[in-house]
């Protein structure tokens, strides 16, 4: 596509310059002023070459390409994750799994993986770069998109439908893991959330369930079940908070729990107004929850 | 005008300067109904708008210049990056094209004396300013409207947009649409019935053949974003349930109905820079138009097919791949019309004898510009490709190309262009020439990047974006590129605003154009044409002969209509001789409606729903007034 753009434009350009080089003399070199020849170059440039080079394009794009890239039929993937897009966060389901997680995606490496994209509010669009083309997600829809990793590593998404005030802060990290990594991650996450063991924890686990906290946010194996927020069960295994916004060390997180909107204005998490101890108390119970 | 005004010829003249007399000062302005005056009005406001659209778009530039920006804040940048794609879209390429070029050059290019309906005219200017200035009002309050020009349900819904924001932008583009929808309707009566005796369609200049199709395009296009806002405000204000999918509503309804409109505006944009384009190449290269009827069907054919092709808005929406399939090979099929144009013009340039002039120098840019996103434009209708790059920046550059590159150049060599025939001065060649590479470099260093920032991954209407993925050295080129622009169109409007006081005299036709308005005086009597001219062929101005038998008319008084304000009418087809029509001089209805327009607009927005209805019975009174009176109103 890119060789015959340039062709074409260089052609045109091309023809730009004879006509500044020849500006002072009347019709074509060879040709001379007959009327019928620039009208002949205006069919065969203007209907001719463009209607075999469409046609080409069109047989291999559109036709051919499409069929590579697009949604798999559901009974030929090995899983199907669904993602649910939250105005400005991802939410990660795995069927036949109790997993619920968040802004950061776990699949096996050379697998087939089957997306079902949905969301719970606006619309948003879910857009892998690296590993396949972008997926809208339209709230009554259920939209699907192929992922497909042929290498470990990290490959960052991001919301590419303008979905509101922090739509350039709605990213996500997909881990694209060795099988073995994947089923240890998938059996970690598949457990309960952990007892506190030290007293702090257990005061933050108290505060968070009595607190507003819990009206939102879902930890498994607890009065939490909400599901306004993202789900924290293991959220100590995750890398980053926000979406992709900040790193998930406990400075930072006892940040974001003293004023989100400092951070990511226009996040739904309101500023809960805690005082540092109760903040240091919720810190360390989330910090806990591997 | 006649060349020579003999003694006998000059007493009908005078006699015209009479019944032609325009009101002096303000209220002149204010109740003006001359086609001219109102290109001029349109002409000023769009610029306006244009420059308030420029300031937004380097506010963006400037919050993008670097990684973690924060010049605007989110809320902040939501409102001005949704302004600036209405406003440019809205109140400066469509009123600018339309309002002032149309408006001027349509009747003098077909030798009538104004549109075939002035007052409405007039009332489409003053309804047009009233919604530019009902949407600023909403920005200079902070109440923009904040969801992208494309406004989305269900962001755009009362649930997650409670304020007013989106109110401003249902009312404000209805709003906006009865002004365009009235300038079409005008465009489409006046090209039909009032070109001069002889103008058989085959002898319409291509400029009208252009405008010809974007005023039937607009007058289909603009319902579907009319109902489509409709529809929105009540949702938002009745509690209906259009686009509201737990009530079994489809946000994809709204998608449909913008799309519907959005893609054929997207050819209403160009269709007039074409028309641009065909006037000035045959001028400077100094010979006809390569294959005219061609050129004039493709652009009616660009027209018609740009009804076919929205849903290539919509490739991520998950629509069955059959859909896609056709939708993408209409909109490849586009690429013919405009390839025809394309190669015509430059097989004219190539065997003409072309002067590179100010006004050519910005046509040969729009065509380089337009090859550029025609091609980008290409590779976007490859379905898997525009999965890929669907809302990143790589589609920011492509309508950029083709919406600043190729519409917005032939809007301002046009302005070069006709500057002479406005004002009757001559702008200045030196400044305008490096007005010109300004212009166009800045816009290749701004844009072109945006293709490749867009492949790596940069995703369009983002406030901000983080350092280390690649981006941040290309947006700081775009946004150098943006301020070197911006000083190019600076130097544009200055080098007009200095020739309008201090340029050489033009006199009627310095740029040897072809079509009839180059034959009366610069800047054009109110009356265009002492006589109606007679027309014989497509290029009216390289027939001396004609143009000599207008001379021994107006001698002999023939055609010359001294009895009051007096337009011929002839057949649609062959344009002969049918009626001959009484036009209104001037009127102050026409501003008066518009203002109790805009009053039913602001009272809806704020909720008095009773007294709207009061606007809209004192709206009604008003036409009725209007229509009391007769054309000697």
């Known amino acids: 596509m890119l060789a015959a753009s340039v062709v074409v434009f260089a052609g045109a350009v091309g023809l730009l310059v004879v006509a500044y080089l020849r500006r002072g003399v009347r019709g074509l070199p060879f040709f001379g002023e007959r009327e019928s020849v620039p009208e002949g170059m205006v069919l065969v440039f203007g209907i001719g070459v463009p209607l075999v080079a469409l046609v080409a394009l069109f047989g291999v794009s559109d036709v051919y390409l499409v069929k590579q890239t697009s949604p798999p039929n559901p009974s030929t993937t090995a899983m199907t994750i669904n993602v649910i897009g939250h105005q400005y966060w991802w939410e990660m389901r795995y069927p036949g799994t109790p997993v619920i997680t968040a802004n950061e995606l776990h699949m096996p490496v050379d697998t087939r993986v089957n997306i079902v994209a949905t969301s719970a509010d606006v619309i948003h669009s879910f857009w892998v770069p ?138 739904r998490m309101p500023d809960l107004g805690l005082g540092d101890n109760a903040i240091g108390q919720l810190v360390a119970y989330l910090d806990g929850l591997h | 005008m006649a060349i020579n005004v003999t003694p006998q010829g000059q007493q009908h003249v005078e006699r015209l300067e009479r019944v032609w007399t325009e009101r002096p000062g303000l209220v002149g302005w204010l109740t003006t109904t001359n086609h001219k005056r109102i290109g001029i009005l349109y002409f000023f406001a769009s610029l306006a708008f244009f420059g308030a659209g420029g300031v937004e778009a380097l506010l963006i530039r400037t919050q993008l210049i670097g990684p973690n920006g924060h010049v605007l804040s989110p809320a902040a940048y939501d409102e001005v990056f949704t302004m600036h794609g209405i406003t ?40 047009f300013l009233g919604s530019g200035l009902f949407l600023y009002v909403a920005l200079l309050q902070g109440h923009a409207p904040n969801s992208g020009w494309f406004d989305y349900v269900p962001l755009a819904s009362k649930e997650f947009d409670p304020g007013n924001n989106i109110d401003f932008y249902g009312y404000g583009l209805i709003f906006n649409g009865i002004a365009s929808t009235m300038t079409v309707i005008n465009f489409i009566v006046t090209i039909f019935k009032l070109r001069a005796p002889g103008m058989s369609l085959n002898r319409m200049p291509l400029f009208c053949f252009a405008f010809l199709a974007v005023a039937f395009a607009l007058l289909f296009a603009l319902p579907s974003l009319s109902i489509a806002c409709l529809f929105l405000e009540l949702d938002r204000q009745l509690g209906f349930h259009f686009y509201d999918v737990a009530q079994g509503g489809d946000p994809l309804l709204w998608q449909n109905l913008f799309w519907i409109f959005g893609h054929p505006e997207v050819y209403i944009i160009i269709l007039p820079a074409f028309g641009i384009a065909t006037s000035i190449i045959p001028a400077f290269s100094h010979r006809r138009m390569v294959f005219f009827p061609l050129v004039a069907l493709a652009e009616i054919l660009v027209a018609f097919l ?24 209409a909109s490849l099929i586009i690429t013919i019309p405009s390839a025809i144009q394309i190669f015509a013009w430059i097989a004219t340039i190539l065997t003409g004898t072309p002067v590179f002039r100010t006004p050519m120098l910005f046509i040969v840019g729009f065509i380089v510009y337009f090859i550029i996103g025609g091609l980008s434009g290409i590779t976007v209708a490859a379905i898997p490709f525009d999965q890929q790059v669907h809302d990143s920046y790589y589609i920011v550059a492509h309508f950029h190309f083709v919406i600043f590159g190729a519409a917005v150049f032939p809007i301002l060599g046009g302005m070069y262009f006709w500057f002479p025939k406005v004002t009757g001065r001559m702008y200045d060649e030196r400044v305008g020439k490096i007005s010109f590479w300004l212009t166009f470099i800045g816009t290749f260093v701004t844009f072109f990047p945006m293709h490749i920032v867009g492949i790596l991954g940069m995703p369009r209407r983002n406030y901000t974006y983080p350092p280390g993925l690649g981006w941040s050295l290309l947006n700081f080129i775009e946004s150098i590129g943006a301020y070197l622009l911006a000083v190019g169109l600076v130097l544009i409007v200055a080098n007009l605003v200095v020739s309008r006081f201090r340029g050489a005299p033009a006199g009627r036709n310095p740029m040897e154009g072809d079509t009839l308005e180059w034959s009366t005086t610069s800047p054009p009597p109110p009356y265009n044409y002492a006589v109606i001219p007679t027309v014989t062929s497509p290029y009216p101005m390289w027939e001396p002969q004609d143009r000599e038998a207008d001379d021994a008319r107006l001698d002999r008084g023939e055609g010359v209509l001294p009895e009051g ?56 009174m008003t036409l009725l007034a209007w229509h009391r009176h007769g054309v000697e109103a």
């Open chain 1, 130 to 267: 690296a590993l396949n083309r972008k997926i809208d997600m339209v709230p009554g829809r259920r939209n699907r998109v192929l992922l497909y990793a042929n290498q470990p590593g990290e490959y960052r998404g991001q919301c590419s439908q303008f979905c509101g005030m922090q739509h350039a802060h709605m990213a996500m990290i997909v881990f694209a893991q060795r099988p073995a990594q994947y089923r240890a991650w998938l059996a970690n996450e598949e457990r309960s959330a952990m007892t506190p063991t030290t007293a702090a924890a257990r005061a933050g686990e108290r505060d968070f369930m009595n607190d507003q906290c819990a009206s939102c946010h879902y930890i498994a194996g607890t009065p939490a079940q909400g599901f306004i927020g993202p789900a924290l069960t293991h959220l100590a295994d995750r890398t980053t908070l926000g979406a992709n916004e900040i790193p998930n060390r406990p400075a930072w997180l006892a940040a974001w729990i003293r004023n989100p909107q400092a951070i990511k204005p226009g996040v």
């Open chain 2, 88 to 127: 440019m879209i809205f109140l400066f390429v469509i009123p600018m094209t339309t309002g002032a070029f149309g408006n001027y050059l349509l009747p003098l290019m077909i030798g009538a004396r104004d549109m075939a309906f002035p007052r409405l005219n007039a009332l489409s200017f003053w309804v």
């Open chain 2, 306 to 329: 740009g009804f076919g092709v929205w849903v290539h808005h919509m490739f991520t929406v998950g629509f069955s791949s059959l859909t896609y399939v056709y939708f993408a090979a």
């Open chain 2, 565 to 620: 304000h007096q337009t011929p009418a002839t057949t649609v087809q062959d344009a002969q001789l049918d009626e001959i029509l009484a036009m209104p001089p001037h009127s102050a209805w026409p501003p008066l409606l518009a203002l109790m327009i805009t009053g039913v607009f602001a009272m809806l927005l704020m909720h008095h729903y009773w007294i709207a209805v009061g606007f809209g019975a004192v709206c009604g």
